[in-house]
């Protein structure tokens, strides 16, 4: 019996001595996911101004939302999967409000989201924001055409609602997988599919309107690509290091001895009274409120600045702009 325990003993020391922390992990293939998540989900949101350049063309005739002398042409065209695609006569504040009714969903759902993301776990949850921005995304256009500039604000207002589970979701992912030691690294990279969404999601979304798929194809991409990330977080994401099924004993033993997660150990409670009193704070909201409103007026408004006010063909400009 004796011998049996130092044999375990010994096994448990040799695979740890054999686990390498500069190596490649199972944390990192869940940091290159959560970063793959965000990337889209950027991509997703940025896609609406340079969309909308490619959707309308505003004529003073009392701001119809149908579409400017259109008749669908076959079944196929009447599903917005062949051309010629409707063009629609919407003014200035209506495209405004189609682009902020993706933000009225998004700011209602931000702390319920990480009650959620608690409860049921990251996994479920980023795999359902997701899938949900897949159906809303392929079914945008038929919705646009069919119910008008209304209908597609509701299913901005949807995907604002699912998005708005992304970033608690990550937040809770890398707080049960980063190790105090690698958090840092990770998470900037898990972070930085913010900025490289927005970055790529821009020239994509002009080089799809201005190709044969036209503005349909922006969101059937959308909607495609969203998919295969919902079935990426289905079935390689895990909501903590001791549900995946394939992560080493060591890597796991690893990952919660940094983090101290194991089940002798009590939840904490949360210093508010401190943090609210705390000047950081503030700094942190009022940063991050200028942050974000440069960005949301860079990819919302300066594609229809670019094409209205200044006459650029934003299309034309962003395809050359992708040759390079």
Excluded at 128 to 139: E, F, K, Q, Y
Excluded at 153 to 160: E, K, M, P, Y
Excluded at 196 to 214: D, K, N, R, Y
Aim: proline share 4%; net charge positive; charged share 15%.
């Amino acid at each position: 019996m004796e011998d049996n325990v130092e044999t375990q003993n010994q096994d448990h020391k040799t695979e740890a001595t054999k686990f390498k922390v500069a190596g490649w992990g199972y944390r990192h293939q869940q940091c290159f996911i959560l970063f793959c998540t965000l990337t889209i989900a950027y991509s997703m949101r940025s896609c609406m101004g340079v969309a909308l350049v490619a959707m309308t063309d505003f004529e003073d005739k009392g701001n119809d939302s149908k579409p400017l002398e259109f008749k669908t042409e076959g079944v196929l065209n009447s599903l917005m999967v062949v051309a010629p695609y409707p063009i629609f006569n919407w003014e200035k504040k209506v495209q405004d409000t189609v682009i902020a009714s993706f933000f009225w969903g998004y700011m209602l759902l931000q702390i319920p989201a990480g009650h959620l993301a608690h409860r049921f776990g990251t996994r479920h949850l980023l795999t359902g924001a997701m899938m949900i921005n897949c159906v809303v995304s392929i079914l945008f256009p038929i919705a646009t055409y069919y119910g008008g500039w209304v209908l597609s604000a509701i299913c901005r207002v949807l995907q604002g609602l699912s998005q708005a589970c992304i970033m608690p979701g990550l937040h809770t992912a890398l707080g049960k997988w980063a190790p105090l030691h690698e958090r840092g690294r990770m998470s900037a990279f898990v972070y930085g599919g913010q900025a490289l969404g927005t970055v790529f999601g821009l020239p994509i979304t002009g080089f799809i309107a201005s190709s044969p798929m036209g503005w349909p194809g922006i969101f059937r991409f959308y909607g495609v690509v969203s998919g295969m990330i919902g079935f990426l977080l289905w079935f390689m994401a895990a909501d903590a290091p001791a549900q995946h099924p394939k992560i080493s004993a060591a890597e796991k033993k690893y990952i919660e001895d940094e983090l101290g997660s194991s089940d002798k150990n009590k939840r904490m409670a949360v210093p508010w009274g401190k943090i609210l009193r705390h000047k950081g704070l503030y700094a942190i909201i009022i940063s991050h409120v200028g942050h974000t409103w440069a960005q949301i007026t860079l990819y919302s408004e300066v594609p229809a600045f670019m094409d209205k006010v200044m006459g650029v063909n934003i299309k034309a400009v962003i395809e050359v702009f992708t040759k390079f």
